[in-house]
T-cell receptor
Framework: EPEVTQTPSHQVTQMGQEVILRCVPI?????FYWYRQILGQKVEFLVS????????KSEIFDDQFSVERPDGSNFTLKIRSTKLEDSAMYFC???????????FGPGTRLTVT | KNEVEQSPQNLTAQEGEFITINCSYS?????LHWLQQHPGGGIVSLFM???GKKKHGRLIATINIQEKHSSLHITASHPRDSAVYIC???????????FGAGTTVTVRA
């Protein structure tokens, strides 16, 4: 069965450093998402991406964040200068747009020290 | 006010018991999702529904669109059902999800 993959599974970085979280969505899917979950809190929407551009972003997704689909298969989330409060689990998801069902990746745990 | 409210926040059951988790939402939706999150953190989609009822094994999900309410039932619960169950709604702008806070279910043997 096709699945969404994410790398790395765990990333530790120092405050102020740039990180790139990588996702490979399911190949025929058209809509892509990043969500995050701070430890002990609910999952929050960050950004959605369709037709090679951002279709919606939350207030969390400020100028420090960017997304890219550089080669038609990878979907990346970049945090330019990490803060302590960026420590969270980041989930990538995708959907075909034919069905509403979303497929989630296993997540990347980001720890900012 | 949160768009999606779940109850209870925590639930402990004995193996074999029938479990119900409730979800209420306050916005118009195109679909409601029930998700399962295990201690390792990964999220798995259990159900997506926009009307009526769906069943998969020992899991049943129902939705009442008029009342903006959904329930997830686990019949004959088992310790392997222990997880966080999350309700999320799709407002159909571009399929992005708004999540409830989750219900932590613990099933004791």
């Amino acid at each position: 069965e096709p699945e969404v993959t994410q790398t790395p599974s765990h990333q530790v970085t120092q405050m102020g450093q740039e990180v790139i979280l990588r996702c490979v969505p399911i190949s025929n899917h058209l809509y892509f998402y990043w969500y995050r979950q701070i430890l002990g809190q609910k999952v929050e929407f960050l950004v959605s991406f369709y037709n090679n551009e951002i279709s919606e972003k939350s207030e969390i997704f400020d100028d420090q964040f960017s997304v890219e689909r550089p080669d038609g298969s990878n979907f990346t989330l970049k945090i330019r200068s990490t803060k302590l409060e960026d420590s969270a689990m980041y989930f990538c998801a995708s959907t075909s747009g034919i069905s509403y069902e979303q497929y989630f990746g296993p997540g990347t745990r980001l720890t900012v020290t | 006010k949160n768009e999606v409210e779940q109850s209870p926040q925590n639930l402990t059951a004995q193996e074999g018991e029938f479990i119900t988790i409730n979800c209420s939402y306050s916005v118009g939706i195109s679909a409601l999702h029930w998700l399962q999150q295990h201690p390792g953190g990964g999220i798995v989609s259990l159900f997506m529904l926009s009307s009526g009822k769906k069943k998969h094994g020992r899991l049943i999900a129902t939705i009442n669109i008029q009342e903006k309410h959904s329930s997830l039932h686990i019949t004959a619960s088992h310790p392997r059902d222990s997880a966080v169950y999350i309700c999320a709604v799709d407002r159909s702008n571009d399929y992005k999800l708004s999540f409830g806070a989750g219900t932590t279910v613990t099933v004791r043997a």
